[in-house]
Every structure is written in structure tokens, then in C-alpha cells.
């Protein structure tokens, strides 16, 4: 089981470039890939996309690239000599109109507008995109450990609901049976207290056997049952479970819900808030499992 928040960091120096990839992701119902790259590494935004579905299949994640390339091909500086000499001539022609002496150093020119260009050489995209996913990956699995570990952490706090709720459950099973006698007891005695002398039994079963019916939850009992006892198998499985929990807690709160209905009784009605408060905690941290 995996929770769908981790971080990762990793830094990879090759060749005289420096390529820095930080991972963060957190609980989102489908995959939401949000990639920050510088705008020269445009190019390697798709295949960044792929890797990162590739290691996930929930969450919303945040990857930010810095890159810096520190060869000594990284850029390229261009003289314009004509507009150097255009500089130079006017420069001239100002110290022969106003009699001022021409000393303008070669630093100075070179600091004119647009004499000197910098500009960035065109990169090795192979070499650069080798180096951006070697460092994704590193960058995935570390963020990757952290979900496992967190992962770790939410089951055992989901088993903890889960047996609250198959105790609670228990209760449930065990007081059912007695809820109908109680009434057939309740029934006699109001009849009793009404004065009635002799009590027609026929219409008495009949009406027991109708409360009967509709306080009958041992259906949902077992479904309940079930849906804790595949939620265990889904935690204990291999695949991706979060979005099957979440349906799981569904149906175990519609189950709750109908016993709670159903029922008729005090006791159990208490023990229905309780394992609403179970189902409540487990619908919170599922949203967390990816």
C-alpha cells in the first residue's frame, strides 16, 4: 500500500551539466502531472510526463527542473565589428566638435549596446534528456520509499477502524436476536395493561413476525461482514487499492446506514453512531492510499 504523498530530491552532475529534479506529490482522485522546466528544456516535457506515469497511477505532482550547463560550449559571444566602428567614428567625430579628447578604451567599447552578444549554443537534446530522466528516476524512487512508508503507516491505521468496526459489528450480530423478543415481551405487556383478558395468539405471532421482518438486518450483517473482509485483502494485496477502499467504505456506510433504519432498537442505534464515527475515519484516510 502506498500513500500518494512523498518528496524526492536528487542533484546529477554529467559532463559539465548540472541537472537538479525535486518530486512532490500529494492525494488527488486521478493523475495530475504539473512539470516546471526551464524553457530551453521544453523539448523533454512529454517524455517526463511518460516516466512519471509510468512510477505513479494516482495524485497530484509537482516536478520542478533546474538545470545549469557548464561547458565550456554552453555559449557563444559575437563582436559586431561594424557597429564597433560606427561607435568609434562617431565617438571621433564628437571629440573633433567639441574639442574633448578621444580616450575611449577598448573595455569601454565593449560595453557599448550591442557590440557583444552572449548567447546560448544549441543543446545536445540526446544528452541532455538521458541526464533529465536518469535524474527523474532517482528522484521517483526516493519520493517512492517515502510513499511506502507512509503507506505503512495509513494501514495500520486503517486495520485499526476496520477492527473497531467488525467489533462493533459483532455487538450488532449478537444483540439482533433479542430485539424481537423484546418486543413480543413489550407487545404482551401493553396488552396486559390495556385490560384484554384473553389474548388472540394467532394475531400475535402475526404481528412479532411482521417486526420481525422488518427489523431484520442479518443480510446486512453478512454484507457488512464481506466488505470488511475484502478491504483487509485489498490492503494486504499488491495492486494500487485506494479508489476500491473508497467504493468499500461506500457501501459500508450504506449497510450502517440500513441497519441503523431497520433496527428499531436503542442499543444498536447507539452502536450505528459508533461505527458511523469508524467508517467516518476510514473514508478520511483512504483518500490519502493511492
Request: proline share 1%; net charge negative.
Amino acid at each position: 500500500m502506498r500513500s500518494m504523498t512523498g518528496y524526492g530530491r536528487t542533484q546529477n552532475v554529467r559532463d559539465g551539466r548540472e541537472m537538479t529534479v525535486e518530486v512532490k506529490s500529494v492525494n488527488h482522485r486521478f493523475l495530475d502531472v504539473s512539470p516546471r522546466l526551464p524553457r530551453h528544456l521544453g523539448f523533454a516535457e512529454d517524455m517526463l510526463r511518460k516516466q512519471i506515469s509510468a512510477a505513479m497511477q494516482r495524485g497530484h505532482v509537482d516536478v520542478f527542473v533546474t538545470y545549469r550547463n557548464a561547458r565550456s560550449d554552453a555559449r557563444k559571444v559575437t563582436c559586431d565589428a561594424a557597429l564597433a566602428a560606427a561607435y568609434r567614428d562617431a565617438m571621433a567625430e564628437l571629440a573633433q566638435a567639441t574639442g574633448a579628447e578621444n580616450n575611449v578604451s577598448l573595455y569601454e567599447y565593449a560595453q557599448l549596446p550591442d557590440v557583444l552578444t552572449v548567447t546560448e549554443q544549441e543543446e545536445d537534446r540526446e544528452a541532455v534528456g538521458e541526464l533529465l530522466i536518469d535524474t527523474l528516476k532517482a528522484a521517483l524512487e526516493e519520493a517512492d520509499a517515502m510513499r511506502l512508508r507512509e503507506g505503512e503507516a495509513l494501514k495500520a491505521d486503517l486495520n485499526v477502524h476496520l477492527d473497531g468496526l467488525e467489533s462493533l459489528r459483532l455487538q450488532i450480530a449478537e444483540r439482533a436476536p433479542g430485539v424481537t423478543e423484546e418486543y413480543r415481551v413489550r407487545l404482551l405487556q401493553r396488552v396486559a395493561e390495556s385490560g384484554v383478558t384473553e389474548i388472540d395468539q394467532q394475531r400475535l405471532i402475526q404481528e412479532v413476525a411482521i417486526f420481525a421482518d422488518r427489523a431484520a438486518i442479518d443480510e446486512e450483517i453478512s454484507r457488512l461482514d464481506s466488505h470488511i473482509r475484502q478491504a483487509h485483502k485489498l490492503m494486504d494485496g499488491e495492486e494500487m487499492c485506494g479508489s476500491k477502499l473508497n467504493f468499500l467504505v461506500q457501501e459500508m456506510n450504506r449497510e450502517v446506514n440500513t441497519i441503523g433504519s431497520k433496527a428499531m432498537d436503542a442499543d444498536i442505534a447507539k452502536m450505528v453512531v459508533d461505527a458511523k464515527s469508524e467508517i467516518e475515519k476510514l473514508r478520511e484516510q483512504i483518500q490519502n492510499v493511492e
